[in-house]
């Protein structure tokens, strides 16, 4: 099955510096890998997503990137904010299917 | 406003035990989903259901069990409740391919 590797785990920068957390995936028939932010105590959600036939997609100060030959794709926070301070997970489909697999999640701490 | 509900929101039971957690979504989507969240772990695939009457187990379902009689809700039972499953478990649905709107999540202790 799929498996999706996320690096690092914990990820401490200074407000305004840019945050990369980066994931790999196994399984070459994934199709669709968002990425999702949990505040303490809240349920995840969806902060952006890209879709294999897409190499990059950008959202204001968060842009994701996807390498299908390498099998990773990678979220890039520019210009922190102390607001995201949070849980961020990245995940893949598993093959064609429409279930996800999930990253163990990486911690960013952004110091005012 | 559509939306996807959890109960209860926190529950304290005993070792052997059945528990019942509720989901339902108002989003009249297809697929439906049960994840543990653990330290550590990350989110895991407990078990999931593309439409009524489908239910399909996922890498860590080992212990639990589903039912999808309708489109709206997908309860996750603990036969037997043990002290691993203590966790956060949330409940989630999608469309299709795309964007897996969560709950908020059910905490449950097993003392």
């Known amino acids: 099955g799929e498996n999706v590797e996320q690096h690092p785990s914990t990820l401490s920068v200074q407000e305004g510096d840019s945050a990369v957390i980066k994931c790999t995936y196994s399984?070459?028939?994934?199709?669709?890998f968002p990425w999702y932010k949990q505040e303490l105590g809240k349920r995840p959600q969806l902060i952006i997503d890209?879709?294999?036939?897409?190499g990059e997609k950008k959202d204001q100060r968060i842009a994701v990137t996807l390498n299908k030959t390498a099998k990773h794709f990678s979220l890039h926070i520019t210009e922190t904010q102390p607001e995201d301070s949070a849980v961020y997970f990245c995940?893949?489909?598993?093959?064609?299917?429409?279930?996800?697999?999930f990253g163990k999640g990486t911690k960013l701490t952004v110091n005012p | 406003d559509a939306e996807i509900t959890q109960s209860p929101r926190h529950k304290i039971t005993e070792t052997g035990r059945q528990v019942t957690l509720a989901c339902h979504q108002t989003?009249?989507?297809?697929?439906m989903f049960w994840y543990r969240q653990d330290l550590g772990h990350g989110l895991r695939l407990i078990h999931y259901?593309?439409?009524?009457?489908?239910?399909n187990k996922g890498e860590v379902s080992d212990g639990y069990s589903v039912s999808r009689s309708n489109t709206e809700d997908l309860p996750l039972t603990l036969e037997s409740a043990a002290s691993s499953q203590t966790s956060v478990y949330f409940c989630?649905?999608?469309?299709?391919?795309?964007?897996?709107?969560f709950g908020e999540g059910s905490r449950l202790t097993v003392l």
């Open positions: 989630a649905s999608s469309g299709g391919v795309g964007e897996l709107f």
């Open positions: 989003w009249n989507h297809n697929n």
């Open positions: 399984d070459s028939a994934s199709n669709y």
């Open positions: 259901s593309y439409g009524v009457q489908d239910t």
């Open positions: 890209i879709r294999s036939n897409v």
């Open positions: 995940a893949a489909t598993q093959g064609g299917s429409e279930k996800l697999v």
